[in-house]
């Protein structure tokens, strides 16, 4: 079995990494669980554990809204948390000019559901997780944080393409592997 996913790869940028190594350092003493910069992803589909045998069929359906799908772009603008404000569970970027995103999501979840694979019961909130919160205690420098980034703009980002990507967890973190790419028409 492998643990897969399939998602968007959003290549490295100066003000991204900037962002990440200034979030870092204000909250370097709370237990935070960053996303390494080479990890950071938009995830189309969560699959989970996969049987071998389910790998070609999943492959065909994301090959077949490939083919549906056309390329876009989207801005990735500001910040913001999910969960309490007070104990966040997630630090994320938002994404602007979302309706390619939301139209590519839209078209892998009716190719997949033939499979068994519906759509996530929440509705789908297009974003770049940069942290997850174990526990957080300045969160003072978390507010400054977000206030400072709110309305920052970090690029312009187009997507030709979507990734299938095999999540290998390690105690350092989890290592994603791509295993199959998708051109979109």
């Known amino acids: 079995m492998k643990r897969l996913f ?26 935070i669980n960053w996303v390494s910069p080479t990890n950071i992803h938009i995830t189309l589909k969560f699959f989970g554990d ?7 069929p999943i492959k065909n359906a994301l090959e077949a809204a490939g083919k549906e ?11 913001g948390t999910f969960g309490n404000p007070r104990m966040p569970r997630v630090i994320w970027l938002g994404i602007e000019e979302a309706d390619g995103l939301i139209r590519l999501y839209d078209t892998i979840n009716k190719h997949l559901k033939p499979l ?3 759509p996530d019961k929440k509705v789908f909130v297009p974003h770049l ?25 970090f690029g ?12 290998i967890l ?7 592997r791509p295993e ?3 051109l979109m028409c």
């Open 6 to 31: 399939t998602a968007i790869h959003i290549p490295l940028a100066d003000p991204i990494t900037e962002a990440l190594e200034h979030f870092q350092a204000v909250l370097a003493g709370d237990r």
């Open 50 to 56: 996969t049987p071998m045998r389910d790998e070609p």
């Open 69 to 79: 799908a056309k390329p876009f772009t989207f801005r990735i603008r500001g910040c």
């Open 116 to 118: 068994g694979h519906k």
């Open 129 to 153: 997780t940069i942290a997850r919160v174990k526990h957080l205690a300045n969160y003072a420098g978390l507010e400054e944080l977000l206030a400072e980034y709110a309305e920052e703009d």
């Open 156 to 167: 312009e980002v187009t997507v030709d393409r979507f990734t299938l990507y095999q999540s």
């Open 170 to 176: 390690k105690p350092t973190g989890p290592v994603y």
């Open 180 to 182: 199959f790419n998708v």
